[in-house]
């Protein structure tokens, strides 16, 4: 029944989210639109003429290329890739609107006796014709405005064309609004109306008279204006693209170095980044690239509207550093080179390796010029040979170098080195189970209570630990399995299991954001964890008792004259422990980090046949099967870990509470794991192990289990 009435709740929540997303109200986006005005401050005072020419001019639609010819505003993201803004149009047709603008231009002018767009049966004397080639923003992170037009002025009576303007412009857009947009597109369409005017000026002022000493001045002045309009036109010029791509398919970032070979340009620099095009003004120009700017690209020449990609004329290597299971490792090297000719080596560089907790940290791709280098860690001189590694690289050629240490080693940590092909061996081959047995021994003997019989003891600890990790993006699954066992065989007793403790924890993380630098180690988990025994648990006595066991189920049980009693049969007390919810780790360094989880939480412990002690009843003691309890609520842990610290120690904490949502019982329940290991040489260690429990539903005081030894270490 209870079941049931959860799924109702569930179904109904569901039922709600879905109504709510369907007919909830949505917001709809407004479209714009944005027209070509005539601004009567743009014209240049310049041009006005008291008489006119008496000709008559016809501006005819302008013929639009079929890209433009569209109410929606164009972006060209790429010199061969464009998109239409879906709610920015223009308000009339471009062969409509552009020819407007220049008739009241031209009118504002009094260049020609009459200028129209149409003088019905009236024959003009000229046509004043357009060709819109472009009219857009050119997108990129300095959004600009381009305009490329032509005019023709064609003479009525010949058909001839007897005037022509062809010119292309560029313009910032400082605002990177549509206004702005519309803005600078007008200003240099009516700056390039501007030009042809006076042109047009010109050439009527030039058939229709013949020219005297003051007509000669006046035209030269006629030209200069003509010239400081052009130079105006001519403020920003079409550019190309540089795209330095690496062979080697990766998000690592670095840049590059560009300068102009031309002679008056040698101030001339630009900074780029790998993989990302760079826009230059057409020229030639040298790369400079590499950490040490020693790979140097010559004549790289930068064409109008096109894009150059350069061959590769260096080479790359990538290190990989990590241990024998496979787990990557942060540690610092050096790099040297041998140049040709050269019996020594000359260091070149310092680098650093990604480790293990360096999320979705790309590796250091190093662009180098061909040539023979060593790898040396852990500092010191190339000639110290110790701790290196030497690799050949070539042009054009990735290498991956890997490289196997052992970061505990005392005075070398080198295992392995060469080069595998690429990283597949690292990305895709790692280790995902690593395994350990923990042992610890004590024999002791000893005559102090019979010279001719002593005592003699024997005891053994062992621990078993096996992890796998598995990390499938953007899925991460983490097991431990951990079996602690003790045992002891004394002169005069018996062999007895005095350690007997197994865990089991699974945990399944789902981490969409990787790629995000600060919210990568958000997501959601689902985890299950078993906590059980695999022996019975006795109690021995000295001295014979008589007993009584009380079940749950209200039976009875009497032992009489009884100097051991089994208390716990092997697996029970069975606990259980599910919960999902959000997940967050907080990485302070590569070997510290602070896990916090959040979410909904359950607890199964199972007790069948386990017994505790609850008082005396006459002459018998009185042993209590506990009962089964089974609770749900919100769970929040908190996981502190740190790694290596210093080279010796190893901290593991986890601090559970769940607050049960029960209505019998809301006390939280408290539960702190602590393991706390010390390395004194490579396989031994000093261990210490602390468990806290509160349930005050189970005990009113705060429970502990403490112990601490020295163990030997067995890694597989």
Not at 62 to 89: C, G, K, M, W
Not at 200 to 219: M, R, V
Not at 258 to 276: C, H, K, L, M, P
Request: aromatic residues 12%; hydrophobic residues 35%; contains cysteine.
């Amino acid at each position: 029944m209870k079941t049931i009435k959860i799924l109702s709740y569930v179904l109904l929540l569901a039922t709600t989210v879905i109504l709510t997303g369907c007919f909830g109200s949505s917001q709809r986006i407004p479209i714009k639109y944005y027209v070509m005005e005539y601004y009567q401050s743009s014209e240049n005072q310049h041009l006005l003429r008291r008489e006119s020419v008496p000709k008559i001019l016809e501006v005819v639609d302008a013929n639009v290329s079929r890209t433009y010819n569209r109410n929606q505003i164009v972006v060209r993201e790429h010199f061969s890739q464009v998109t239409y803004l879906p709610y920015d149009l223009w308000a009339n047709r471009l062969n409509d609107a552009i020819p407007n603008l220049i008739t009241q231009r031209l009118r504002a002018y009094n260049i020609f006796q009459r200028v129209d767009r149409d003088l019905g049966e009236l024959v003009p004397d000229y046509y004043l014709e357009s060709n819109i080639l472009n009219f857009e923003m050119i997108g990129g992170e300095k959004a600009q405005a381009y305009i490329n037009l032509e005019f023709f002025l064609r003479d009525a009576k010949t058909q001839q064309i007897v005037l022509s303007y062809r010119k292309s412009q560029l313009k910032d857009l400082k605002d990177g609004s549509i206004i702005f947009l519309v803005q600078s597109l007008n200003e240099m369409l009516m700056l390039h109306t501007d030009v042809f005017a006076a042109q047009c000026n010109d050439f009527l002022l030039g058939i229709s008279q013949e020219p005297t000493s003051s007509d000669l001045a006046q035209k030269r002045n006629r030209r200069q204006l003509i010239q400081d309009l052009i130079e105006q036109t001519d403020s920003d010029q079409l550019y190309g693209e540089l795209l330095i791509e690496l062979i080697t398919k990766t998000d690592y970032e670095k840049q590059y170095f560009v300068y102009s070979n031309a002679a008056d340009q040698s101030d001339f620099r630009e900074t780029g980044e790998i993989g990302v095009p760079l826009k230059l003004p057409p020229g030639d120009y040298c790369v400079f690239l590499g950490d040490t700017d020693d790979v140097v690209i010559d004549h790289v020449i930068i064409e109008p509207n096109r894009r150059t990609v350069p061959d590769p004329q260096w080479s790359e290597l990538t290190i990989i550093i990590m241990d024998e299971n496979r787990n990557r490792v942060r540690m610092t090297y050096d790099i040297y080179i041998r140049k040709l000719g050269n019996q020594f080596y000359s260091k070149l560089t310092q680098g650093i390796s990604i480790g293990e907790d360096d999320v979705n940290e790309p590796d250091k791709v190093w662009i180098l010029p061909e040539g023979n280098y060593m790898i040396r860690l852990q500092g010191g001189s190339w000639n110290d040979l110790r701790d290196f590694t030497t690799v050949r690289t070539s042009i054009g050629e990735p290498q991956f170098l890997t490289i196997v240490v052992n970061p505990q080693g005392e005075r070398t940590v080198l295992i392995g080195a060469g080069v595998l092909g690429d990283d597949y061996h690292t990305r895709w081959m790692r280790r995902i189970h690593t395994g350990a047995i923990h042992l610890n021994l004590s024999v002791a003997s000893n005559n102090t209570v019979d010279k001719d019989q002593p005592t003699r003891s024997f005891s053994m600890s062992g621990q078993f630990d096996n992890q796998i990790d598995v990390n499938l993006y953007p899925l991460h699954y983490a097991s431990r399995s951990l079996y602690d066992v003790g045992m002891n065989l004394t002169t005069g007793s018996d062999f007895r299991i005095d350690v007997d403790d197994y865990t089991l924890r699974n945990t399944l993380l789902f981490l969409p954001m990787e790629n995000d630098p600060w919210l990568k180690t958000l997501g959601f988990y689902i985890r299950g964890d078993l906590s059980t025994h695999l022996f019975d648990e006795t109690v021995f006595f000295t001295d014979s008792r008589d007993f009584i066991l009380y079940k749950v189920s209200g039976d009875s049980l009497i032992h009489i004259n009884q100097d051991h009693l089994r208390t716990k049969i092997a697996l029970f007390p069975l606990t259980f422990r599910e919960g999902a919810g959000l997940t967050y780790r907080f990485v302070f360094s590569p070997s510290a980090s602070i896990g916090i989880r959040s979410g909904l939480g359950w607890k199964q412990e199972y007790n069948q046949r386990n017994f505790h002690y609850t008082g005396t009843q006459d002459t018998y003691e009185v042993y209590t099967e506990k009962a089964d309890v089974i609770t749900r609520g919100v769970e929040s842990t908190l996981i502190f870990s740190v790694m290596n610290l210093f080279k010796r120690l190893t901290i593991n904490s986890t601090f559970d509470v769940l607050f049960p949502m029960e209505t019998s019982d809301r006390k939280p329940k408290l539960e702190n794991e602590n393991r706390i290991n010390i390395r004194l040489l490579r396989n031994v260690s000093i261990d210490l192990k602390a468990n806290i429990k509160y349930d005050q539903s189970n005990k009113d005081y705060v429970i502990y289990d403490y112990s601490s030894f020295v163990r030997l270490s067995l890694f597989y």
